[in-house]
């Protein structure tokens, strides 16, 4: 391999940053993917290089014919997350079903009492407040944040700072009412309306759930959605 393709594809790696190697099985030529551009010598034309980008936004490895042989495309993704802020009764099918989902799922709650109990022994934990927990958790481009609480003092920080990151999906629990009074606060934080729009309120797919575990399948659904069907 090209060591300046080794070195860009690694930096890409380290930062977290999706991306896929097309490599020429016949020329040994190689290309680096990324979702806004591409960087390397091999020679691509622009439907081709959209196919690939399309493979990468689908996690799916393979190989494609071309004029100038086949190329296989490897898609070095990192894993999806889910952070979840509130240790409430939500939060425990919200988890499990985004671990199955194929998820990372941290929670967050300041509040050691919930936030340690034995329902969570399974998922990273952080009780940090929230604006702490997120400026160390650094959401990306494959990131699912969820707020649970209904509390301004825990929610509200956890959105201000998903809003500043490139996560693909941010939803918040609770009713059209308390949404509203949740995107007043939050544009007093400076966020326009084209912002506050990311956040997914009420949260999840309107499926009529009622229970927790209903809940929890809206909003998995919906962040699948966010991230298949963007």
Known sequence: MDSAILAALQEARRAKRPVALATNLRSGAQKLIFKDGTEGPLCLDVDMIIGMQDMLARDESGTLQTGAGPVFVQVHNPPPRLIVVGAVHIADPLARMGVMAGYGVTLIDPRRAFATSQRFEEYAVSTDWPDDAMAELKPDTRSAIVTLTHDPKIDDPALDAALKSPAFYIGALGSRKTH???????????????????????????????????????????????????
């Open 180 to 230: 509203a009074a949740r995107l007043a606060r939050l544009k007093e934080l400076g966020h326009d309306d084209a912002t506050l729009a990311r956040i997914r309120g009420p949260v999840g797919l309107d499926i009529g759930a009622l229970s927790p575990a209903e809940i929890a399948v809206s909003i998995v659904a919906q962040i699948v959605q966010a991230r298949r069907k963007p």
